[in-house]
């Protein structure tokens, strides 16, 4: 059942009254009249409707914040009276990139759901550029990305470590430079660490290439354009792309060199014909995290969760499958 803070929340989440309609199952009039009877019982508009997508006014950014409150305050008193009971039920919203969502999260999800049979799970694929305003707007209540959260509101629980290689098909560089410096799949499967020599190569040796480039809302684009930055050289860009997916797929078919994680080599499989770069001066590790909205009460499904995780992850690391996870 919603209330009518329920419905001003929405529009702040959709931006629009007919986005926010659809999400809560009612017409776009109904949603207004009930808005503009909540307006004419404070005396003051809660939204600036010369906007798009509707901005709060002072009264309306005033309301939200205590709506959020009451919110907060109603999740704590229902955690409260779950926590008398070990049996953890609700619902809990987690968002994350295509390699989160298709590679990551189903074998931990599979565990915790054997474990916990009564918490209903959803799962949005989420860009990461979206990820932050949906943790903000609480559309999501986690978060597994890259450890790149850039906003005061946002706190991440690292999970373990990954490293972007430069994926070039090996027509396009010398033999020389393919036995010398290139990791293949089966070594970059077993591990891009102190298992393994290090063979790092300045991204200057690639400067002939074309490149397979990424948006820059991408959290890897905008890593490694403070690499071409740094080696003073602007890439030939065969092909923009808006995921890593994309651009690795593309690496294979000989586009280009591509920057790309080792998780997502591990989990797409075998391929031939294509070697992998470790490059100086690469923001390395990365780290994949769990992130939340660290002003939003944390329930006891979401601390459990976040628990869970992290030890599933560890568990992994110490069975030798760091790189693997």
Excluded at 27 to 51: H, M, N, W
Excluded at 91 to 104: K, N
Excluded at 140 to 153: E, M, N, Y
Aim: glycine share 6%.
């Amino acid at each position: 059942m919603f209330t009518i803070s329920d419905y001003v929340l929405s529009v702040v989440a959709n931006g629009t009254i007919s986005q926010a309609a659809r999400q809560l199952h009612l017409s776009q009039p109904a949603l207004s009249v009930a808005i503009k009877k909540l307006e004419t019982q404070i005396g003051q508009p809660l939204f600036d409707r010369s906007t798009t997508p509707l901005t709060l006014t002072p009264a309306g950014e005033l309301y939200v914040a205590k709506a959020r409150q009451i919110t907060l305050l109603e999740q704590s008193f229902r955690d409260e009276l779950v926590n008398a009971d070990e049996h953890l039920t609700g619902s809990l919203t987690i968002g994350g990139a295509f390699i989160s969502v298709a590679y990551l999260l189903p074998p931990v999800l599979r565990q915790f759901h054997d474990r916990y049979p009564d918490v209903e799970l959803t799962l949005l694929e989420t860009p990461f550029p979206e990820l932050t305003r949906r943790l903000l707007d609480q559309q999501v209540d986690l978060g597994v990305d890259a450890d790149r959260f850039l906003h005061p509101k946002i706190d991440a629980v690292q999970l373990f470590e990954n490293h972007i290689l430069l994926a070039v098909p090996d027509e396009l560089v010398p033999q020389s430079v393919v036995t010398t410096f290139g990791y293949s799949y089966d070594e970059v499967l077993a591990g891009i660490d102190e298992r393994l020599p290090i063979r790092r190569l300045e991204l200057t040796s690639f400067a002939s290439l074309p490149f397979i480039l990424m948006l820059p809302a991408n959290e890897i684009s905008q890593r490694t354009a403070g690499m071409f930055a740094a080696a003073k050289f602007h890439p030939q860009v065969a092909m923009t792309v808006n995921q890593q997916m994309s651009a690795y797929e593309f690496a294979q078919q000989g586009w280009g060199a591509a920057f790309v994680t080792n998780t997502l080599i591990q989990y797409s499989g075998e391929v031939d014909g294509l070697h992998f770069y470790q490059v100086a001066g690469a923001d390395q590790p990365r780290y994949v995290a769990v992130a939340f909205n660290k002003q939003r009460y944390q329930s006891k499904l979401q601390r459990t969760f976040v628990e869970f995780l992290v030890q599933y992850y560890r568990h992994q690391i110490d069975d030798g499958a760091a790189g693997q996870a």
